[in-house]
């Protein structure tokens, strides 16, 4: 990391060569620290105090090339921020057992995406802007912890859920937020009525009456869109529908088994690619 070449010209200190560098001291102190013993890195998930903690570390592991200590810290982020829907869905269980243990405080739930998009651009992990953007796209504007006084007023009884420092995001990063924003209510609309229109493909093949799946399929449709607009703008939580929940027996008209089994398997697949698409929706693909 820091080799000289042999000259009589080094500056000594205590009897070994001095070198200077130019690092911010908290940061060399615990790039140093956590070089010679990485044991004390955060390792817990969804800790508040990571990126803080990580980010001097990680500036001087790129800047050092220690390549080791990045590769277990953006580890350590991409627990976090999963780039695959299967994490995505163990971190929200986790994190919705949390929040329903009533332990926590909402603050010591999730870490601030805010922060982690400001380091994932600092630090260039790429890996963990999208699940970080998807969850900051959940949290409303006026969950600013900034916001004036006089918001917070106006807004108190609006204000559920996590706050976040949209002040750390670049203008870049609002702007990616702003289009993902408004490009997952379209993509979900469109999936929608994509699962409607493969159920009814196959049910206009059939000879039975599907009267009643129709219906089933329209006003499940509405109640997804009821809940993405009105609740949390999480279509990634509306569209994970257990087929065989409470919420699906005790519908009034049942659809036949056929039309409900093929609705639920669209929906889930094109739950997938909407995952998939996340990336594109907040324009993080190379341009
Ligand atoms: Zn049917």
């Known amino acids: ?26 940061h060399l102190t615990a790039f140093l620290k956590a070089l010679y013993d990485p044991r004390c890195l955060p390792w817990k998930k969804h800790d508040i105090n990571t ?25 350590l982020l991409e627990r976090d921020w999963p780039s695959e829907l299967s994490f995505w869905d163990i971190n929200e269980a986790e994190r919705i057992a949390k929040e329903e243990s009533g332990e926590f405080e909402t603050e010591e739930l999730m870490p601030d995406p805010c922060a982690a998009i400001r380091l994932a651009r600092k630090c260039n992990v790429p890996s963990i802007l999208p699940a970080a953007l998807y969850h900051l796209s959940r949290i409303q504007g006026i969950s600013d912890c900034h916001l004036p006084d006089s918001l917070k007023k106006t807004f108190s009884g609006e204000i559920r859920g996590q706050t976040a420092d949209f002040s750390l995001l670049s203008t870049e990063d609002s702007r990616c937020l702003l289009v993902g924003r408004d490009a997952i209510l379209h993509l979900f609309e469109h999936y929608l009525k994509k699962a409607h ?48 929940s409470d919420e699906v027996r005790n519908l009034a008209e049942l659809p036949c088994d056929s039309c409900l089994e093929d609705f639920f398997s669209s929906l889930n697949e094109n739950r997938i ?6 990336p594109s929706l907040f324009m993080l693909d190379p341009q």
């Open 197 to 244: 229109n493969e159920v009814w493909s196959s049910i206009k093949r059939s000879v039975l009456n599907h009267d009643n799946c129709q219906r089933f399929s329209w006003r499940f449709e509405d109640k997804l869109r009821l809940e993405v607009l009105r609740y949390n703008s999480d279509p990634l939580s509306v569209m994970k529908r257990d087929l065989n």
């Open 273 to 278: 690619n909407f995952w998939d698409k996340l």
């Open 51 to 75: 990126v803080r903690t990580v980010e001097g570390i990680l500036l001087l592991a790129n800047k050092y090339e220690a390549d080791h200590l990045r590769e277990r810290i953006v580890d």
């Open 1 to 26: 990391m820091l080799a000289l070449p042999p000259s009589k010209d080094v500056e000594l200190f205590d009897n070994v060569p001095l070198v200077r560098l130019h690092d911010e001291a908290e």
